[in-house]
């Protein structure tokens, strides 16, 4: 399936909007990976561990965003958007959440 930030597909004929599409994926932070991303802080450095945990939210929240439009029929999606938050008591949790537009295409 097409996934595109862009609102058409070059050389390509949108000929059906199948619907909204969505996806969202919320994870946990670890105590652990908490603490030593705040060391890297102090250090300098990249975290690791936030960088697989938002890698992997946000291609949760994109295959969930997918198999919606496959279910409506659709081939592609278009305007895709993904976004961040911090969510949950104390911020403890991130939510990344993505939606576009399923299409069926030429």
Do not use: H, P, W
């Amino acid at each position: 399936m097409i996934v595109t930030t862009t609102q058409s597909i070059e050389g390509r004929k949108v000929v059906e909007y199948c619907g909204v599409v969505t996806g969202e994926a919320i994870l946990g932070a670890n105590v652990f990976r908490d603490f030593f991303a705040g060391i890297r802080d102090i250090v300098g450095g990249r975290s690791g561990g936030y960088e697989r945990s938002l890698r992997e939210a946000r291609e949760t929240a994109l295959e969930e965003m997918t198999a919606e439009a496959a279910r409506l029929g659709g081939d592609a999606v278009i305007g895709v958007d993904l976004d961040y938050e911090v969510v949950g008591k104390d911020n403890g949790m991130l939510m990344v959440s993505a939606s576009g537009t399923a299409v069926r295409l030429d």
